[in-house]
């Protein structure tokens, strides 16, 4: 059975990534890519559809012992996790090296004191849990076969089938240490090299301690900036620098509910955001492999934008349902693909152009496509901007005038006026000057609320949207104009939870909404850490800090957020580790360090 979502760990190799519960069971697996197929996919079922357990041997029809204590080793992706059991202490380390040549997650078990019983569980199911691989002996090593897929397993412990299940059973003793590692290869091609754990161990902690050196950020938040930069690093696509939003698909936003979606791509809304923070805190070589991603993943086709991509730029992600699996603690669909990447949002041409402007701003090399891919994006928007669409949230809903979407059109425009008025670039800028002016004005005129203070969801709704919170973030507004501070309170009154959190935007229960959907959802991370940083930025720093250092408080023991937080069940919600909760908190941090509200 899954554990909750804050029991997984994440380790990864920048193509793509494995989530470890408490209890040592790697529940979840896509290989060779983000992507891919999952030759582990209890996560989303049961043990039936894949799972590796590693950790101390256990009665039959007992659960498995959680780990009495786990943690990142320093500022690296090297997860340890140590269990006290009656016969003594081990240690398992488990991560996946930069990879070289063939993916691999490598585990290895270390005695700390005692002589305790060990057993390794490996069940592969490839396609989802769909389909069950011939697994034989070559050689000496172990290896389970399925069309085009070959996982090879490897350790000097003894091993045998039972069950279709692969078990390896030892003891491990004080100074003793045992690995055991899965390679993914084509299975048409020859076999892996054999792995060698011990130098792979030593090569991923120096990369890991070599590119957390790289970070410009010294404040009072360190540790959790850190963690999050690396959480961002482990979720971009080394070969491409594609971003995805999560490494998962179909963790639900409503235990038991619909709201579940593939996460396992790059949007451009939340790559750009990413790179700012990435920008922010040193990281320009991140930041110029996104910017090429994106010139790639457009082409020279900008007036067909899509909102997100796959991994290497990828148009086609159709959405599909996987019926076979019962889903998180029973939440159905599990979906693969999303239908979303044929909506129209505005906001993206907003992001992206933001995205560019700030590479350009801190010195990032110029690239001259990039420049005339913002005048493109600026030509389209110029002619639809006032068109209807489906928002930043997606909506499956009718499209609507989001005012958010709006304000973002607005920042695509003026980040493009100020490209032009610095000399860079050539372009209309009488023109876009009054456009911009356009917008802001119809803004004003159709998305504000005078009789409540404050801006609406929509033109005309009477509904409020935590996207508004973005006003002052990106200068549509001055923080002290009284329609942003009136918005902030609104927010605060009307999405406010019990705990100080926000909600995106009303939900009706099991009926459907605006955004066409049934059922409710949690809080949403990313929009209350916009909360805190607009509380600081209208002088309520303290307010600020405090919701901030809640809002810190809900990570998992090892700093990593899901997409939302629940306040009824008090527990993470949504796909994990999202990038969408990480660059917040980065850029909250950044906020109050620079004005000083922190504690201590």
């Known amino acids: 059975m899954a554990g909750r979502i804050e029991d997984y760990a994440l380790i990864g190799d920048m193509q793509t990534a494995a989530l470890v519960c408490r209890d040592g069971t790697a529940d979840w697996l896509c290989l060779p890519r983000f992507d891919s197929h999952s030759i582990f996919a209890g996560l989303l079922g049961t043990d039936e559809h894949g799972f590796w ?84 002996r070559v050689d000496g090593r172990t290896v389970g076969v399925a069309g085009p897929d070959s996982v090879w397993y490897d350790t000097a412990a003894e091993s045998h089938g039972e069950e279709l299940t692969t078990y390896s059973d030892f003891t491990i003793s004080p100074g003793e240490r045992m690995a055991f590692t899965i390679s993914w290869q084509p299975s048409h091609k020859e076999p892996p090299p054999l792995p060698e754990p011990e130098a792979s161990l030593e090569a991923t902690e120096e990369f890991w301690r070599e590119w957390v050196e790289q970070c410009t950020y010294h404040g009072p938040y360190r540790d959790a900036v850190v963690r999050s930069l690396i959480t961002l690093k482990a979720l971009t696509y080394g070969p491409t620098g594609g971003i995805v939003a999560a490494p998962t698909t179909s963790l639900p936003e409503d235990i038991g509910g619909c709201r579940n979606w593939d996460y396992r791509f790059t949007w451009l809304r939340d790559a750009a955001i990413t790179l700012s923070s990435l920008l922010r805190t040193g990281y320009r070589e991140e930041a110029r492999a996104w910017r090429e991603w994106l010139l790639r993943a457009v082409a020279g086709d900008p007036e067909n934008l899509q909102i997100m991509y796959g991994i290497a730029g990828e148009r086609e992600l159709g959405e599909t349902e996987l019926t076979w699996l019962p889903g998180y603690e029973g939440s159905r669909p599990v979906r693969i693909g999303n239908g979303a990447a044929g909506q129209l949002q505005l906001d993206v041409y907003g992001e992206v152009t933001e995205a560019l402007h700030l590479a350009h701003m801190t010195g990032l090399a110029r690239n001259d496509y990039a420049s005339l891919l913002q005048l493109k994006l600026i030509n ?158 209208i002088g309520r720093v303290d307010e600020a800090r405090k919701l901030f250092e809640k809002l810190l408080s809900l990570r998992n023991d090892l700093g990593l957020l899901a997409e939302e937080w629940d306040p009824t069940l008090q527990r993470q919600v949504g796909n994990f580790p999202q990038a969408f909760s990480h660059v917040p908190l980065i850029d909250t941090a950044l906020r109050l360090t620079a004005s000083g509200a922190y504690g201590g």
């Not at 691999?104 to 057993?119: A, D, F, H, K, W």
């Not at 009054?434 to 004005?441: G, P, Q, Y």
């Open 380 to 537: 389209y928007l110029e002619g639809h901007w006032n068109e209807p669409d489906e928002g930043i949230w997606e909506v499956r809903g009718p499209r609507r005038h989001f005012v958010h979407s709006k304000v973002m059109a607005w920042v695509a425009v003026d980040r493009t006026v100020k490209l032009i008025e610095s000399g860079d670039v050539d372009g209309p800028l009488e023109r876009w000057r009054d456009l911009r002016d356009e917008i802001h004005r119809t803004v004003c005129e159709k998305g504000y609320d005078k009789e409540r203070n404050t801006f609406t969801q929509y033109y005309g709704s009477k509904e409020l949207d935590a996207s508004l919170l973005l006003i002052p973030q990106m200068g549509f507004l001055p923080p002290d104009d009284k329609r942003v501070i009136g918005t902030i309170e609104a927010i605060q009154r009307e999405l406010g939870t019990e705990d100080g959190f926000v909600m995106r935007y009303p939900t009706q229960g099991q009926e459907k909404g605006v955004d066409g959907l049934e059922g409710d959802e949690g809080a949403f991370l990313a929009c209350s850490f916009w909360l805190a940083d607009d509380l600081a930025m």
């Open 53 to 136: 357990r590693l950790g101390p041997a256990y009665p039959d029809g007992a659960e498995p012992p959680a780990a009495d204590r786990r943690r990142y080793r320093g500022d690296s992706l090297v997860l340890e996790s140590e269990w006290d059991t009656p016969r003594g202490t081990v240690r398992v380390i488990d991560f996946m090296p930069p990879r070289e040549g063939a993916p691999q997650l490598i585990r290895i078990v270390e005695g700390v004191s005692g002589r305790v019983p060990m057993q390794s569980a490996l069940r592969m199911r490839f396609s989802y849990g769909w389909v069950v691989p011939w697994v034989h």
